[in-house]
T-cell receptor, first 113, second 114 residues
Framework: DGGITQSPKYLFRKEGQNVTLSCEQN?????MYWYRQDPGQGLRLIYY???????QKGDIAEGYSVSREKKESFPLTVTSAQKNPTAFYLC????????????FGAGTRLSVL | GNSVTQMEGPVTLSEEAFLTINCTYT??????LFWYVQYPGEGLQLLLK?????DKGSNKGFEATYRKETTSFHLEKGSVQVSDSAVYFC?????????????FGTGTKLQVIP
């Protein structure tokens, strides 16, 4: 079954700790994205990557970092510089084309201990 | 910049009632428009789309028509079911500038009661 797999489903971060959220896709999509979802605020773009070894900051990149070493994988690190990391994080991918239809993973819920 | 405005929820309806969720947009180019649905604890799924003015997107009994003159893309369903309870997001994708950034609305929660 083709799709996007995010892990873990739940994650807890201690003060001063960096944590990494995994996102893997087997849809052969070129582009991948990370969004943050907070109640009542919709989705906000953190980072995106249109091709391997290249990525761009989104609207709220501060306190986050990413890598794109393989087409299938786009991990997100929430660093200790992100002071309010509690949120639902969604990874998405999209194929190359004229219409940007996004395919989402099931999300990771990050909480602070 | 681009923006999407949705009606605030939650919307509570009885089963078999008629549903309308309003969505209006602002865009600099010629966007494509989408409705995504998010069930509890899950990611978003594409529900329907429309890529040009006067297009009607439809899926699973839901419909929305791309109205350029009113910059709207309202979601409708004639008879909702309990299984339609979810959060619905209106979104646009604007190809202006080379990268097709997707802008999402804040979401409208729908609760359908038996």
């Amino acid at each position: 079954d083709g799709g996007i797999t995010q892990s873990p489903k739940y994650l807890f971060r201690k003060e001063g700790q960096n944590v990494t959220l995994s996102c893997e896709q087997n849809l052969n999509h070129d582009a991948m994205y990370w969004y943050r979802q907070d109640p009542g605020q919709g989705l906000r773009l953190i980072y995106y990557s249109q091709i391997v070894n290249d990525f761009q900051k989104g609207d709220i990149a501060e306190g986050y970092s990413v890598s794109r070493e393989k087409k299938e994988s786009f991990p997100l690190t929430v660093t200790s510089a992100q002071k309010n990391p509690t949120a639902f994080y969604l990874c998405a991918s999209s194929p190359t084309g004229s219409v940007n239809i996004q395919y989402f993973g099931a999300g990771t819920r990050l909480s602070v201990l | 910049g681009n923006s999407v405005t949705q009606m605030e929820g939650p919307v509570t309806l009885s089963e078999e009632a008629f549903l309308t969720i309003n969505c209006t947009y602002t865009a600099t180019g010629y966007p494509s428009l989408f409705w995504y649905v998010q069930y509890p604890g899950e990611g978003l799924q594409l529900l329907l789309k429309a890529t040009k003015a006067d297009d009607k997107g439809s899926n699973k009994g839901f419909e929305a028509t791309y109205r350029k003159e009113t910059t709207s893309f309202h979601l409708e369903k004639g008879s909702v079911q309990v299984s339609d309870s979810a959060v619905y997001f209106c979104a646009l994708s604007d190809p202006a500038g080379g990268y097709q950034k997707v802008t999402f609305g804040t979401g409208t929660k729908l609760q359908v009661i038996p």
